[in-house]
């Protein structure tokens, strides 16, 4: 008889009949074998169910139905070229990243070409997963803002601002109008410093060198204003529930001025070297395309959108902090590509410069952080001369405060699209649930639309205009 365990082993059961004869591999065999055995997604030919695994996110050599639609970018609109004809040596599948330098982060893309086009497109994310959600769980309230600066680390204010209004609508608490307007101010600074990072990485991407030198250049007085106002040059943590950290420094409007003259000389600086320039109209229009219909099917927001002729900001749309007191318009592109998302963004910088002047020469006096003492401490002086104000100071920075039990959504207009927080509270002094709508995650799902029937040349670009922030997209 048999022992099992001989044939889980691989040994031949001795029941007389002779084991079948295996020709030996030959060296070209052999290579392939050890070759597939080494190639990315072999290790998992089957699709897993934990699709938060990397072997369950990659492409499958044959895909069909919606996930075949989805990698296609047909879901919405079939405009894919079926006259693609070529036999399967011309066909590879191609990663691209995390570790490239031009996925702008730990973004991975897996391409199926024939020949240089691109025939699907699909996105993997998680390798900076962090799980700020769930840590939000954790801290206070008033430490909330130190948290949820990090995720969209190009523009924290705007993680600040959201997280800080979505905590006042529960408490019930409205914050003076200095703080609205400081709030405004650092917001729309902080949108002109994000789209210089783009106008700066996407003209490397596609090899305007001098645009990386520039835009760097001008965002730098930019963050030199931010650490003077707030001690960091990022992840500020100074919007927070109630108001702001701190008022303004002693000459900020000088600071401002000199922004604004910068700035605004910069942007005609970029706009007379790529408005004109052939390489660079070459390499953008007609490139990434993304229809109204799919931004819509998709949840695309912001630049992107705007760029495909979506009127749609949420400053207009559901204003926030008083800056609809202020007047600027809502750029709009038409061909819903890479050149219209540039064209868009230069614009967008000289109406936040601006609505910025426009605060600057009305910043209204009085205090910069609410007077409700349940939620601000006391004055620094009082807790040299009360022992009441001592215990009060105390007692916020340890154990927070309370926020009644209440659910709420709150969007503001980011850098990237539609920034929302849905915050649920159960009374305590910590979030019960904390939910963030990312809006570079909804945009970098839509990547297979604008990038396949493309050429493997045009990724880049592409994937620069989308402008993503990869802690946004898995925090």
């Not at 590879?92 to 025939?119: A, D, F, Y």
């Not at 426009?358 to 022992?387: E, L």
């Not at 969007?411 to 649920?424: D, F, I, K, T």
Request: aromatic letters at 8%.
């Amino acid at each position: 008889m048999t022992d099992p365990s001989d044939v889980a082993h691989g040994e031949a059961p001795d029941n007389g009949a002779e084991a079948p004869v295996t020709a030996p591999e030959t060296g070209a065999e052999e290579r392939r074998r050890l070759h597939d055995v080494w190639m990315s997604g072999t290790e998992a030919p089957t699709r897993s169910g934990h699709f938060t695994s990397e072997a369950g996110q990659e492409m499958l050599e044959e895909e069909e139905g919606a996930v075949l639609a989805q990698q296609r970018g047909t879901l919405v609109s079939d405009d894919y070229l079926d006259d693609i004809e070529s036999d399967d040596d011309e066909r590879q599948i191609l990663n691209m990243g995390p570790q490239h330098p031009s996925t702008h982060g730990v973004l991975r893309l897996q391409l199926e070409l024939i020949g240089e086009r691109i025939i699907r497109a699909k996105p993997i994310i998680g390798y900076l997963h962090t799980g700020m959600e769930k840590t939000a769980e954790t801290l206070t309230y008033m430490q909330g803002s130190t948290n949820v600066t990090r995720m969209d680390y190009l523009s924290p204010f705007f993680n600040e601002l959201c997280f800080s209004l979505a905590t006042e609508r529960l408490l019930g608490v409205d914050v003076p109008p200095r703080a609205d307007a400081i709030r405004v101010l650092m917001t729309e600074l902080n949108r002109v410093s994000s789209h210089l990072v783009w106008i700066a990485t996407q003209g490397m991407d596609i090899g305007a060198l001098s645009m990386m030198i520039y835009g760097f250049r001008d965002r730098e007085p930019i963050l030199d204003f931010f650490e003077r106002t707030t001690g960091l040059r990022m992840n500020h943590n100074y919007i927070r529930p109630g108001g702001v950290a701190a008022d303004l420094p002693d000459g900020w409007r000088d600071d401002v001025v000199s922004i604004i003259d910068l700035v605004t000389k910069g942007v005609g600086e970029y706009e007379g070297i790529l408005n004109a320039n052939p390489i660079f109209i070459e390499r953008t229009q007609s490139v990434g395309v993304i229809t109204p219909e799919e931004c819509d099917a998709y949840g695309v927001t912001g630049p992107i959108a705007r760029a495909s002729g979506v009127d749609w900001d949420l400053r207009k749309a559901f204003p926030y902090s008083g800056i609809d007191q202020y007047e600027f318009k809502v750029p709009l592109g038409r061909h819903g590509d890479t050149f219209d998302r540039y064209i868009v963004r230069m614009e967008e910088i000289k109406q936040s410069l601006g609505i910025v002047a426009q605060v600057m020469d009305s910043m209204p006096d009085g205090d910069w952080r609410t007077g409700d003492r349940k939620v601000t401490p006391p004055p620094r002086a009082r807790i040299d001369q009360s022992m009441e104000a001592l215990i009060h100071h105390f007692k916020l920075f340890t154990g927070g405060f309370g926020v009644p039990a209440g659910e709420v959504y709150q969007a503001v207009e980011s850098p990237r699209g539609e920034l929302g927080m849905y915050l649920v509270s159960d009374g305590g002094t910590r979030p019960y649930r904390l939910h963030v709508r990312g809006p570079s995650f909804a945009n970098t799902q839509a990547l297979p639309v604008m990038l396949t029937d493309s050429l493997i040349a045009d990724v880049v670009a592409t994937l620069a205009s989308v402008d993503p922030v990869l802690g946004d997209v898995d925090r």
